[in-house]
């Protein structure tokens, strides 16, 4: 079965950097479309980018920037490089695979929590 599992999170100061891993297992990675979401305390669930399995890549303007979707492949490994955090990214981010093989999927990984304080 399809699992998704990420790893990454934590605290960090603001203006400081983290770097999200999805380990994705169940699937022939590299036909998955991926995507990572995030949802804050109080909030409902927002698009942070998402990325095709060619590489092409969507942010929303929000997160343009700052936060970087990548995939490796031969690893299975989804990743979101967050850069100069602020204190309104605390939020748990969540992996999501949105399509595979050119047909819509919905599988969710558990989530892992970013804190931005001081």
């Known amino acids: 079965q399809v699992q998704l599992v990420e790893s990454g999170g934590g605290l960090v100061q603001p203006g400081g950097s983290l770097r999200l891993s999805c380990a994705a297992s169940g699937i022939i990675f590299a036909r998955a479309a991926m995507g990572w979401y995030r949802q804050a305390p109080g909030k409902g669930r927002e698009l942070v980018a998402r990325?095709?399995?060619?590489?092409?890549?969507n942010l929303p303007d929000s997160a343009k920037g700052r936060f970087t979707i990548s995939r490796d492949n031969a690893k299975n490994t989804l990743y979101l490089q967050m850069d100069s955090l602020k204190p309104e990214d605390t939020a748990v981010y969540y992996c999501?695979?949105?399509?595979?093989?050119?047909?819509?999927?919905?599988?969710w990984g558990q989530g892992t929590q970013v804190t931005v304080s001081s």
């Open positions: 990325i095709t399995p060619d590489g092409t890549t």
């Open positions: 999501n695979l949105y399509e595979y093989q050119l047909r819509w999927a919905n599988y």
